[in-house]
């Protein structure tokens, strides 16, 4: 089993709007990204854990703990003329855009870059000084990387390339 990190802007699709969803899934729509599509494509699993992060809000950081709850299938926003995600050259016959739905299990506390403690720690900032988000990200590099996990890439909903983390470790068990 695999374990995704897999993030989304709140205001867009939070834990919280999964779980008011019906079963607590959603389909993880907009993904613009040939590698990121690849991954979901080719590497995740139906029961393959995910961290449910909040980016671009006023607390980042895991907000949930989920799972693949689909095998892969067409994105249905890339035929949508009215969806942002709309891609002209993909065509019904042969979709470029493939997604998979995740299904969230509980709600956590916020866990991550929002813990200005753990961060200041992690990157070596003194108490009083400003964090930015460089130093939010080298922080969640560092933390991330004590506990064994493999470096790999990351897939938001908003469709961004950026750093992900393959979680390498069981959190089933842990308490949030």
């Given amino acids: 089993m695999n374990y995704w990190l897999m993030k989304s802007e709140p205001g867009e699709c939070s ?4 779980l008011a969803a019906n079963n607590s899934s959603v389909p993880w ?12 494509r080719d590497a995740m699993q139906v029961g393959d854990g ?20 689909s095998s892969p299938y067409p994105d249905p926003t890339q035929f949508d003329l009215l969806s942002p995600y709309y891609d002209a ?3 019904p016959a ?7 739905d995740v299904q969230v299990i509980k709600k956590t506390r916020i866990v991550g870059q929002g813990g200005e403690q753990d961060a200041r720690a992690a990157c070596g900032v003194e108490p ?9 990200t080298a922080a969640m590099e560092r933390l991330m990387g004590r506990a064994g996990d493999a470096v790999s890439l990351n897939f938001s909903r908003s469709g961004g390339l950026e750093k992900f983390y393959k979680i390498d470790a069981d959190f089933s068990s842990t308490n949030y």
């Fill in 94 to 100: 042969e979709p470029r855009w493939i997604l998979v």
């Fill in 15 to 18: 834990v919280d709007d999964v």
């Fill in 50 to 69: 995910v961290l449910f992060y909040h980016s671009s809000c006023a607390e980042p950081g895991i907000a949930g703990i989920a799972r693949v709850a």
């Fill in 89 to 91: 050259k993909s065509k």
């Fill in 128 to 136: 009083g000084h400003g964090i930015g988000r460089a130093d939010r």
């Fill in 29 to 40: 729509v907009g993904v613009r990204n040939y590698q990121a599509r690849n991954f979901m």
